[in-house]
């Protein structure tokens, strides 16, 4: 089966800029997830979407970040305006439901100057 | 609040030298605690799932296992290809999420 996809791999802005990710999920997979990795440290979670319905985000900073997911697959993580404390990666991650093994996409790493 | 340790930070070891790494996790229900193996620049690839005490589970020249309190990753005769960090998470009933540890880098010398 085809893995999660995530674009852009790279992304480089200026702070204060607005920089969007882009998440295809597995396909089949009701539940997904955003993650934020920092250099040496575990994936923190962002938001968890159950289908399209977003079920928790109580660690997404709701003042500059947005995400969605349309018709229950693709789904998109925004942040505007970006700061420097924004710089890690960001993982897109799926699985059958809530409970089962996740599948990481490769992640985007979001660079901030 | 769910908290997962894992130790060591980093660990280097040569070719054969078998080891274990660590994972402590203090969690108000554990309904699964997962391995993940992630390499630069990618994202975490899942190993195993343990869902209870006594419970071990094995893939090539990892095998996994499983404490009221704690997870050990035990490396068998390791290959400089098994480098990378190993990241575990654990899975509680009442915030429905994952909370991952910061991992241990494993490095393999030939």
């Known amino acids: 089966e085809a893995g999660v996809v995530q674009s852009p791999r790279y992304k480089i802005i200026e702070k204060k800029q607005p920089v969007a990710f882009w998440c295809n999920p597995i396909?089949?997979?009701?539940?997904l997830y955003w993650y934020r990795q920092n250099l040496g440290q575990g994936p923190e979670l962002l938001i968890r979407y159950e289908n399209e319905e977003a079920v928790d985000d109580s660690q997404l900073p709701k003042d500059r970040f947005s995400a969605e997911r349309l018709k229950g697959v693709d789904s998109t993580l925004k942040i505007q305006p970006a700061e420097l404390g924004d710089s890690a990666v960001y993982l897109c991650?799926?699985?059958?439901?809530?409970?089962?093994?996740?599948?990481f996409g490769n992640g985007t790493r979001l660079t901030v100057t | 609040e769910d908290q997962v340790t894992q130790s060591p930070e980093a660990l280097r070891l040569q070719e054969g030298e078998s080891s274990s790494l660590n994972c402590s996790y203090t969690v108000s229900g554990l309904r699964g605690l997962f391995w993940y193996r992630q390499d630069p620049g990618k994202g975490p690839e899942f190993l195993f799932t343990l869902y209870s005490a006594g419970e071990e589970k094995e893939k090539e020249r990892l095998k996994a296992t499983l404490t009221k309190k704690e997870s050990f990753l035990h490396i068998t005769a390791p290959k400089p290809e098994d480098s990378a960090t190993y990241l575990c998470a654990v899975f509680d009933n009442y915030g429905q999420n994952f909370v991952f540890g910061p991992g241990t880098r494993l490095s393999v010398l030939p």
């Open positions: 991650a799926s699985s059958r439901n809530n409970n089962s093994p996740l599948h």
């Open positions: 396909s089949g997979h009701n539940t």
